[in-house]
């Protein structure tokens, strides 16, 4: 799957550009869906910190987006959150605050609308953020029925209806670039679907490669 993004930066970029593929553990049990979905969910907080510990130690002169779809997306949040100075819950404090910026895509991101809020879990997430593009999809059949994860808590999807309540971000409501992706995809959110016609390189190229605007 990292592979369908790669090709698709690389159409027409003739700039040379590192590309790095992070996994974390998605397999599927023998459990039903939504039993995967919130083993999935909770893997990703912890997955942060390791993310991030990979990432400060490029250079600083070196340009980073990270790029995150669906659980993907709170990943590269719990990472950018730990490097702005948020503790963890399963690490505790960072050792040092991050001393760089940098950029983040995320498409149809399968977390909480209000987690960049004061006082919520990622909320210290846009502090290294030199920029941060949400493709969010009303119509995306998936995350529309996000509440369906943890019932009694009502949530709504950022990937589903967006940033919440952008006024109470402050300055860092700035940085946020929000795209409604709903006409390209439909009620679709599978990755398959991004890779057809060219979908990533529509909404990812530029920003990753830190492309001027055309």
């Not at 404090?93 to 609308?113: C, F, M």
């Given at each position: 799957m990292g592979w369908d993004l790669w090709r698709q930066l690389a159409i027409g970029?003739?700039?040379?550009?590192?590309?790095?593929?992070?996994?974390?553990?998605?397999?599927?049990?023998?459990?039903?869906?939504?039993?995967?979905?919130?083993?999935?969910?909770?893997?990703?907080?912890?997955?942060?910190?390791?993310?991030?510990?990979?990432?400060e130690r490029i250079d600083p002169r070196v340009p980073v987006c990270l790029v995150g779809h669906s659980f993907g997306g709170p990943v590269v949040l719990a990472a950018l959150d730990w490097l702005g100075g948020g503790p963890s819950p399963a690490y505790?404090?960072?050792?040092?605050?991050?001393?760089?910026?940098?950029?983040?895509?995320?498409?149809?991101?399968?977390?909480?609308?209000?987690?960049?809020?004061?006082?919520?879990?990622?909320d210290h997430a846009l502090g290294p953020v030199d920029s941060l593009v949400i493709a969010y999809n009303p119509r995306d059949i998936a995350l529309t029925h996000y509440s369906w994860l943890y019932p009694g808590r009502h949530e709504r999807a950022m990937g589903a209806v967006g940033i919440a309540n952008p006024a109470q971000l402050g300055a860092g409501a700035g940085k946020i670039y929000q795209i409604d992706i709903s006409s390209d995809l439909g009620f679709r959110h599978r990755w398959t679907h991004f890779v057809q016609n060219n979908y990533l390189q529509k909404y990812v190229q530029q920003p990753a490669l830190f492309q001027s605007s055309r």
């Open positions: 970029e003739s700039r040379p550009f590192r590309y790095v593929i992070y996994t974390w553990p998605t397999e599927r049990s023998a459990n039903l869906m939504v039993d995967d979905l919130r083993m999935w969910e909770a893997r990703t907080e912890p997955q942060g910190p390791m993310l991030a510990s990979v990432i505790g404090n960072p050792p040092q605050l991050g001393t760089r910026s940098y950029r983040a895509v995320l498409l149809a991101p399968a977390v909480e609308d209000d987690c960049l809020v004061p006082g919520h879990r990622y």
